[in-house]
């Protein structure tokens, strides 16, 4: 089994920074690649980007990229997300997945385990 706990998430102007944390525990070989993703009010849960453990290969989603950048501590077994020059679009809660896929992952149920998920709120 997998857990995974978010945190960083809280309250930030547009144009500001926020940086979210995921711990990681458990089998290793069922989380091959970490996710994040985000779900706002009335709308699906959409992917932000992805990151694998073994070699760190990251993608983006197009409406973040060149603004967020998703990173790993393999010692530590932390993913982190690192959100500057936020919007007001970018308000959501943002959830930390793992896959086991050896594959590419950018859909919801291609991810095995979910945290519990940390509110971001980006003013204007």
């Known amino acids: 089994q997998v857990q995974l706990v978010e945190s960083g998430g809280g309250l930030v102007q547009a144009g500001g920074s926020l940086r979210l944390s995921c711990a990681a525990s458990?089998?290793?070989?069922?989380?091959?690649?970490m996710g994040w993703f985000r779900q706002a009010p009335g709308k699906e849960r959409e992917f932000v980007a992805t990151?694998?453990?073994?070699?760190?290969?990251?993608y983006y989603a197009a409406s973040v990229k060149g603004r967020f950048t998703i990173s790993r501590d393999n010692a530590k077994n932390t993913v982190y997300l690192q959100m500057n020059g936020l919007k007001p679009e970018d308000t959501a809660v943002y959830y930390c997945?793992?896959?086991?896929?050896?594959?590419?992952?950018?859909?919801?149920?291609?991810?095995?385990?979910w945290g519990q998920g940390t509110q971001v709120t980006v003013s204007s």
């Open positions: 997945a793992a896959s086991s896929s050896q594959y590419p992952a950018v859909a919801p149920r291609e991810y095995d385990y």
């Open positions: 990151i694998s453990w073994a070699a760190g290969m990251t």
């Open positions: 458990g089998r290793t070989f069922s989380r091959n690649n």
